[in-house]
């Protein structure tokens, strides 16, 4: 269980409801703020990364167990934060899941070797496609994909002819 009231935690509003403050509550004090849990829409999104977990994968019939990243990617969505915790494996077998992130981050570039620099995560920003994904028959957002970084400036970036309007 995480800090976001379910064991994914993807989809929590993350508003503080307590006039800003932040921290340790006392026994009676007062209490307003309720979960709020937000579906995305599918579709593509900015995004930052607020941070992430280290933690390890028990393993399963197709992964070994493993060192994990649980990074969390937090989408603005009509004024309100959505955080996903997006999972990922530290093995061989999901490599390129891994540089499709470092890529998406803009810390990996196409083809090119990359030590990865989990001190470089937080903060770093990109666009990701999230979809959503039924567990347990509950309905809960997942990122289908990061995009590359550098090819999204690209494709943002308009030809640019001096004079021409």
Known sequence: MDNFGN???NGYGNVNGNNGF???????????KEQEFIILPPGD?????DGF???????SEKMPACNQAIVHVTINYNGSKVVINHRLNLH????SFLSEFFR???????NEPLRMN?????????RCKVGTR?????????????YPKDEIVQAQTPNYNPGQF
């Open 92 to 95: 061989t077998r999901s490599e």
């Open 134 to 146: 039924v567990y347990n028959g509950n309905e809960y957002n997942e990122i289908k994909k990061f």
């Open 22 to 32: 932040d921290g340790e509550l006392g026994w009676e004090d007062t209490i307003q």
């Open 7 to 9: 064991s994914y935690g």
């Open 118 to 126: 989990w001190n470089a995560v937080p903060g770093a920003t990109g």
């Open 104 to 110: 998406g981050i803009g810390l990996k570039k196409k």
């Open 53 to 59: 977990d280290r933690a390890r994968f028990n393993g």
């Open 45 to 49: 999104y900015d995004f930052t990364i």
